[in-house]
C-alpha cells in the first residue's frame, strides 16, 4: 500500500491521500460558503475555513516530502520501474502537460488562501460580523474558492491521465 496507495491504481499512498483530501475539500467549502452566506452563521465559516486550512497545510506538506523526499519527484512515481516505464514519449508529456496547468492553481491557491486568512484574522472582530473588511474579503474570498476548486479539478485530471486511463 505504501508503494502504490489504496485506491487500486499504480500511484503512492500519499497522492492517493492527497487525492481524497482534493474530493473533501470542495463539499465543505461549499457548505463554508453557504453557512455564510444564506445562514449568515459567521463563526462557524471561520471555524471550518481555518480547520480546512489547517488540514490542507498537513496533507499537502507530508505529500510533498513524500514526493520529493522519498520518491525523488512525481515521474518516479508514475515509473516505478525506469528498465520498463509505464508511460514514455507523447504519454508522459501529456502528463506533464497537465501538471503544468494544475501547478498554476496549486501555487497560486496557498498564497490567496494566507492572504484571505490574514486579513480576515486582523480586521475582522472576533466573533466574526460583517463589517468595513466585508467588501475586500468577499473579493479575496471568492477568488480563494474559485482557486481552490480548480486545483482540485486539475488534481483530479493529473490523477486521471497519470494512474486511471493509463492502468
Ligand atoms: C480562505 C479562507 C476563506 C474563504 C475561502 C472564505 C470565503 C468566504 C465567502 C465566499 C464569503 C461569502 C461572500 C458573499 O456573501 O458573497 C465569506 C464571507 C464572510 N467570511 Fe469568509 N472566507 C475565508 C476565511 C474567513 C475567516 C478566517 C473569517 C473570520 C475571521 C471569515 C469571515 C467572514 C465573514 C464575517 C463573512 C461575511 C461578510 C459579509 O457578508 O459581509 N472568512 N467568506
Known sequence: ???????????????????????????????????????RRFQLHKTLQLTLAVVLLLAVAAFEVDL?????????????????????????????GVLRIHLVFAISTPVLWAVTIVLALRRFPSPPTPGEHSSLHRVLAWASTI???????????????????TS
Not at 10 to 27: G, Q, R, Y
Not at 84 to 95: C, F, K, T, Y
Not at 147 to 165: C, E, M, N, P, R
Request: hydrophobic share 50%; net charge negative.
Open 1 to 39: 500500500m505504501l508503494q502504490h496507495g489504496f485506491l487500486g491504481y499504480d500511484a503512492s499512498l500519499m497522492l492517493d491521500v492527497v487525492v481524497c483530501a482534493l474530493v473533501l475539500v470542495v463539499p465543505v467549502l461549499l457548505f463554508s460558503v453557504y453557512s455564510v452566506k444564506f445562514g
Open 68 to 96: 520529493q523526499l522519498v520518491h525523488g519527484g512525481w515521474e518516479n512515481v508514475v515509473n516505478k520501474d525506469p528498465a520498463n516505464p509505464r508511460l514514455s514519449g507523447e504519454q508522459l508529456d501529456a502528463v506533464r
Open 147 to 165: 482557486d481552490i476548486t480548480l486545483t482540485s479539478v486539475t488534481g483530479l485530471w493529473f490523477y486521471y491521465v497519470a494512474f486511471v486511463a
